[in-house]
């Protein structure tokens, strides 16, 4: 399977502190990862650094293959490669289709936005990616809807942008069950169009459900990579997880 991107270790210092200390992680394509470990793990830090927010102090970044220098958030993108950030907002009183096509739109040469075909783009997408209801269309406002729906909203607007990677932090934390079990749905939607998924979390339970492999992280270290099959329940993993961070 293709890997679509690599870290090899990568190290990343905040002044005196270690956040990341030789951290290695790849994603192949179509596969969703759940990574996983304690505030302040690094978590964050790992993302940011494969999206080119940080720069790393040691270490390499490999896209499909090619090891790639002075990595950049536009780099990044350009190389399908998209973060759905927590709380980096849609827009609520615009619609659907606004907020997927936001800044990208389709024009005419003469510079008209072509909004019925973006209105039926956005159907599309967001059918595709797993919206059911019959009382949501691209044309609704986004404020219509709920958390779950949201995270999808920004999903469908990263494939839109030709995302093959798109990275989820902590997107189900802060909803009901019913609202996670959408998000669930939309993930194993991009996972059905090959696309790869790297999942992060710190609810075991929902990490678990979703990924098909984890990585965890602890005081900055990967300390255990695990193929689903290797791993029976979450509680086993939550086990794992503890006994890890009490030998540290
Ligand atoms: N911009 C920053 N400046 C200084 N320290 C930071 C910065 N970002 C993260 N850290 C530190 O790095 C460590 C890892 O943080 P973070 O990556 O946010 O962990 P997580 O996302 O797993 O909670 C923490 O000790 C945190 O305080
Ligand atoms: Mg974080």
Redesign the pocket.
Known sequence: MEKIIELKNVT?R??G?T??NKASLHVDQGEVVGLI??????????I?TLVGV?GPDEGEIVIRGKKVFNWTALKARESGIETVFQDRALCPQQSIVWNIFMGKELRYPFGFVREKEQVKEANRLIREIGFTSKLIDAESPVGNLSGGERQGVAIARAIYNNAELIIL?EPTNALSLNETQKVFEFVNNVKKSNRSVLF?G?NIYHVYDISDRFVI?DR?EVVHQLNKEEIKSPEELMKLMRDTIKKH
């Not at 470990?37 to 790992?46: F, I, W, Y």
């Open positions: 990343k905040f002044g502190i956040a990341l470990g304690d505030n302040g793990a690094g978590k964050s830090t790992l940011k940080y932090d992060i710190h992280l900055g």
